[in-house]
């Protein structure tokens, strides 16, 4: 069964602070790893994303991580601020697949506190 | 330029009804993805079009259904509802059929009763 892992849950912050979130992948090839932003009512908007020949990506203030031999990536939001209070969910997408299954963590609903 | 839309936004069903989705995606993307997401989880793959056809399907029963019209507009079909089908399903469009950055619809809220 394919599976992304993520964590923590939920995540409180105080504003201008570091905000990470963790995942992994087992069992499974992945080849693109993208980020997603959800806020209330709307749906998931593609924040950041890397593919694993790469060992980091910054855009602005969001970092993603990534270590190919444990499997693991993650993302840091520096100088987090209130209005990136939402839900973040780390993607897969399997190699060997000629259509769009991304695969989603279950989510990890930050709160960034003033 | 308009986002992916998705009609209605809200919808309530008895169990055993069937229900049909709408999406039209970006203007000029050609391929349509539909995700099932459940309170408090990540969504989940149903299907994905591109140019009419099926290219993708996910672990869902065969109750789930779809379709891509000439437009590259899609709509998606459940038969027999039942109460776990209670979630919001997203539709996603982008330009080509792989690897493609994904544009989220707001998605249709379904309450299975």
């Known amino acids: 069964q394919q599976q992304v892992k993520q964590s923590p849950q939920s995540l409180i912050v105080q504003k201008g602070g570091i905000s990470i979130i963790n995942c992994a992948y087992e069992n499974t090839a992945f080849d693109y790893f993208p980020w997603y932003q959800q806020f209330p009512g709307k749906g998931p908007a593609l924040l950041i994303a890397i593919r694993p020949d790469v060992s980091e990506k910054k855009e602005g203030r969001f970092t993603i991580s990534f270590n190919k031999s444990a499997k693991q990536f993650s993302l840091h939001i520096m100088d987090s601020q209130p209005g990136d209070s939402a839900t973040y969910f780390c993607a897969a997408h399997p190699t060997k697949t000629s259509y769009d299954k991304v695969i989603f963590g279950p989510g990890t609903s930050l709160s960034v506190i003033p | 330029d308009a986002g992916v839309t998705q009609s209605p936004t809200h919808l309530i069903k008895t169990r055993g009804q069937q229900v049909t989705l709408r999406c039209s995606p970006i203007?000029?993307?050609?391929?349509v993805s539909w995700y099932q997401q459940v309170l408090g989880q990540g969504p989940q793959f149903i299907f994905q079009y591109y140019e009419k056809e099926e290219r993708g399907r996910g672990n869902f029963p065969d109750r789930f259904s779809a379709r891509q019209f000439p437009n590259y507009s899609s709509e998606l079909n459940v038969n027999a509802l039942l109460l776990g089908d209670s979630a919001l399903y997203l539709c996603?469009?982008?330009?080509?059929?792989?690897?493609?950055?994904?544009?989220f619809g707001s998605g249709t809220q379904l309450s299975v009763l």
């Open positions: 203007s000029g993307h050609k391929s």
């Open positions: 996603a469009s982008s330009l080509r059929d792989s690897r493609e950055k994904l544009f």
